[in-house]
């Protein structure tokens, strides 16, 4: 089965410090990963994509995203959280021959003062 | 852009009532996709259309549940009869077309209670 998985229901830190919120992912072929936020009452935000290329992919609000083939994983990163980061992040993977996304369960992220 | 527009933002319904949710895609997208989000299953895809035509409606639970899109601008989904387990927050997304490397953009969701 193809699909896309968060290990993380929950991960805390604190402001000022580096955050990691850990996608892993099954696929056969190219991956095509994305990362997406939703905060309280509001839509998903798309944050970054890995198509192609280099591994490292910056998006938006300071965040990045790693592609690990070898590992299949593709965390997002940012090196100094804000409490405006409090929010629901949901990775999500295409494979070719299906058009849609198949998004992980979601991890929430919460960032203390 | 507006980005993507729902409504009604919230809506709430006796079981056994028809439910019709709407969507403005973003313009020039030539893709639409309607998802469903609830704490138990989490974000599900329920059908996409490229073109305005059906692509894929397996994520459909049921027969109570038909979508449309007339033209390019505009999309419902429709729930008849509703009940309770209907109860979710939908979302609408668009993207410029269906290959794998285009994001998607969603709307701010409409939030259904079927009581």
């Known amino acids: 089965a193809q699909s896309v998985a968060q290990p993380e229901d929950q991960v805390n830190v604190a402001e000022g410090n580096p955050l990691t919120v850990k996608c892993t992912y099954s696929?056969?072929?190219?991956?095509?990963l994305f990362w997406y936020v939703q905060y309280p009452n509001r839509g998903l935000q798309f944050l970054l994509k890995?198509?192609?290329?280099?591994?490292l992919v910056k998006g938006s609000y300071g965040f990045e995203a790693e592609f690990n083939k070898s590992q299949t994983s593709f965390h997002l990163k940012k090196p100094s959280a804000l409490v405006s980061d409090s929010a629901l992040y949901f990775c999500?993977?295409?494979?070719?021959?299906?058009?849609?996304?198949?998004f992980g369960s979601g991890t929430r992220l919460q960032v203390q003062p | 852009d507006a980005g993507v527009i729902q409504s009604p933002r919230h809506e709430v319904t006796e079981m056994g009532q028809e439910v019709t949710l709407r969507c403005k895609p973003i313009?020039?997208?030539?893709?639409l996709f309607w998802y469903r989000q609830t704490m138990m299953r989490g974000l599900e895809l329920l059908i996409y259309?490229?073109?305005?035509?059906?692509?894929?409606d397996s994520g459909m639970p049921e027969d109570r549940f038909s979508a449309k899109m007339p033209n390019a601008s505009f999309s419902t989904l429709k729930i008849q009869p509703s009940e309770p387990r209907d109860s979710a927050v939908y979302f609408c997304?668009?993207?410029?077309?269906?290959?794998?490397?285009?994001?998607?953009?969603f709307g701010p969701g409409t939030r259904l209670t079927v009581t």
């Open positions: 696929v056969s072929g190219n991956p095509y």
């Open positions: 259309f490229n073109n305005n035509v059906p692509i894929d």
């Open positions: 313009s020039g997208h030539n893709s």
């Open positions: 890995y198509i192609t290329g280099d591994n």
């Open positions: 999500a993977v295409r494979y070719t021959g299906r058009r849609a996304l198949t």
């Open positions: 997304a668009s993207s410029l077309g269906v290959q794998e490397t285009y994001e998607q953009y």
